[in-house]
């Protein structure tokens, strides 16, 4: 196969891309009832779209093929972005439509998504990706000796890149398997007495520092920012301040990711947006750090852009952990169950991807 810079290229527009372009047909999230039906593909940066799972038997009607590249027309900063849908779902009418194309495949379909999303910055809130200008949008496709697009190609791409990503997952997961090979037996939660913290009493809590994009300089140094993805990395930069820190749990006290938390094991600089947890009674580690991250996470529902999560209510406010005989929180336990918890997720994932190979096997080229 032709490396991607050999291949030859051409422009061409939505309208012409696809045999057929319609809008998604469900209404309000609210309106939507919760199930294992099908998915909600919502207008969203994040996790190709996907933002929970639903119920068809009330509004069947609300269902669009799958084997679809769906547009985020507007909303959530997302406006411009193309995701590959290989199931049937459920979009939003009037953020979302969808497009359908008989030689679309899954991995040609994500290939042209990724290249379709690579117009977003044309798109905003005040400049949604509606009407003539996403029929217009022109997006660079390689092309076979008929000038036309090469999908055969693109699916050998999009595979070959897949089955390097799924070897090196693998190695890495059997890494994690045997550094966390030592499973010891444990109650279970439901098993063991709990007991209400406040955070204050657990953590010490230092602040972030402000980091203007304009006066940041591209490196490689993760910057945490308040968000509620990617682990917290807003960017990368070249730049240091006083809230330089490494295996540390990041909350947010701000923003869309409000009270969640992020642990950073690698040295990292803090947006004033984010908080620093460091332990006060217990050396920090992953195992208990992620942890703690989700006894904070329950605390979310309390918390909102009226009602921020700023450092009083930080520190006032009560998380449930499991307790030892004296009813200190038991940091033993919470590393146990972590460990216990990771290694059985990755033996799932191996055990998936092993089973995927032996029905499907590809070979990865680098």
Request: with cysteine; proline share 4%; hydrophobic share 35%.
């Amino acid at each position: 196969m032709k490396k991607i810079d050999e291949k030859n290229w051409a422009a061409f527009n939505v309208e012409s891309l696809f045999d057929e372009i319609k809008a998604t047909k469900g209404k309000t999230t609210g309106q939507l009832i919760k199930g294992d039906d099908v998915p909600y593909i919502a207008a969203a940066k994040t996790n190709n779209g996907f933002a929970s799972m639903c119920s068809a038997k009330e509004h069947p009607e609300w269902i669009s093929n799958g084997n679809a590249i769906v547009f985020v027309q507007l909303g959530d900063g997302a406006a411009g972005l193309a995701h590959y849908i290989p199931m049937d779902f459920i979009g939003m009418n009037g953020k979302t439509s969808s497009g359908y194309n008989a030689e679309l495949s899954e991995n040609s379909g994500v290939f042209i998504a990724k290249c379709l999303s690579s117009n977003k910055a044309i798109f905003s809130h005040g400049h949604s990706w509606t009407g003539r200008r996403l029929l217009s949008t022109q997006t660079m496709l390689p092309i076979n000796t008929d000038g036309k697009p090469d999908y055969d190609y693109m699916s050998q791409y999009t595979q070959q890149k897949r089955a390097i990503l799924l070897t090196k997952y693998q190695k890495y997961a059997r890494k994690r398997v045997i550094e966390l090979s030592e499973h010891n037996e444990i109650p279970k939660p439901c098993q063991k007495d709990w007991d209400a913290f406040l955070i204050s009493d657990v953590f010490d809590i230092f602040p972030g520092k402000r980091l203007v994009a304009a006066n940041s300089t591209p490196g490689n140094r993760p910057f945490i920012g308040a968000l509620d993805n990617s682990n917290g990395v807003a960017r990368f930069v070249n730049d240091t301040n006083i809230s330089l820190d490494k295996n540390v749990l990041g909350v947010n006290y701000n923003g869309n990711g409000m009270v969640i938390g992020f642990y950073h094991p690698y040295e990292c600089i803090f947006s004033d947006d984010v908080k620093r947890f460091h332990l006060k009674h217990h050396e920090d580690n992953e195992f208990v750090l992620l942890f703690m991250k989700v006894a904070i996470l329950q605390q979310k529902s309390k918390f909102g852009y009226l009602y921020k999560f700023n450092a009083e209510r930080m520190a006032n406010t009560r998380i449930m952990l499991p307790v030892t005989d004296d009813g200190t929180p038991d940091y033993k336990y919470m590393e146990q169950y972590t460990k216990n918890l990771m290694l059985r997720k990755y033996k799932q994932y191996l055990a998936y991807l092993d089973s995927k190979e032996k029905t499907s096997p590809v070979v990865a080229n680098d």
